[in-house]
């Protein structure tokens, strides 16, 4: 079984600060997906990186694959409090379905 | 709007009872995912069908099923239920294999 964790669990900082959540397992992905769940909604995917080494960005929001593809790791600039939420990183597993981390639940304070 | 529409977005349930959920996929996707969400467990795949067939399952416990419609909407079915599956279900869909995932908003299941 392929697993994702994901660190810190829980992130609380003040607007305006920079932060980084991170995904990691012991097996190789061929891609890894990041989402965000905000209260009462279901995921929306943010970005797919496939790449080893990749680097993405959206906005104030850096994704990055790692070399070996076991990791990734999600950077934001400047946290807005539109910023909070559950982030959530995705991997294959199997042939057809994504297997997800537990999740970082991000509070930013205004 | 995702495109994805789950219902009943709220559900209060005794045990023992059954449940049906419903799920709309977006328009041309193909795929369609259920998923269990619980604080302790995170997102946990249940089934997955794939334009009427079942494609793959997970963790899903017997006294669950599901299918997929020729309109390509499903059903989940949850029965004999019991205190430990109040919890999020999550319907997804995709256009295939491989692509990201469009969720629905969920179905809040509560069973006491």
């Known amino acids: 079984t392929q697993l994702l964790e994901q660190s810190p669990q829980f992130l609380s900082i003040q607007e305006g600060e920079n932060l980084t959540v991170y995904c990691n397992s012991s097996?190789?992905?061929?891609?890894l997906q990041w989402y965000r769940q905000e209260p009462g909604e279901g995921p929306v995917l943010l970005v797919t990186?496939?790449?080893?080494?990749e680097v993405k960005k959206l906005k104030r929001l850096t994704f990055q694959f790692g070399d070996a593809r076991k990791d990734s790791s999600l950077h934001i600039t400047a946290a807005q409090p539109g910023d909070t939420g559950l982030y959530l990183c995705?991997?294959?597993?199997?042939?057809?379905?994504?297997?997800f981390g537990k999740g970082t639940k991000l509070s930013v304070i205004p | 709007d995702s495109g994805v529409t789950q219902t009943p977005k709220h559900l209060i349930t005794a045990t023992g009872q059954r449940v049906t959920l419903r799920c709309s996929p977006r328009?041309?996707?193909?795929?369609v995912y259920w998923y269990q969400q619980s604080l302790d467990q995170g997102l946990q795949f249940l089934i997955q069908?794939?334009?009427?067939?079942?494609?793959a399952k997970g963790n899903i416990l017997e006294r669950f099923s599901a299918q997929q419609f020729p309109d390509l909407h499903s059903e989940l079915n949850l029965s004999s239920l019991e205190l430990g599956d109040s919890a999020l279900y999550f319907c997804?869909?995709?256009?295939?294999?491989?692509?990201?995932?469009?969720f629905g908003s969920g179905t809040r299941l509560t069973v006491v």
């Open positions: 997804a869909s995709s256009v295939s294999d491989g692509y990201g995932y469009t």
């Open positions: 097996s190789v992905f061929s891609s």
């Open positions: 990186v496939v790449t080893g080494g």
């Open positions: 995705a991997g294959p597993a199997g042939s057809y379905q994504l297997t």
């Open positions: 328009s041309g996707d193909l795929s």
């Open positions: 069908y794939y334009n009427g067939e079942e494609r």
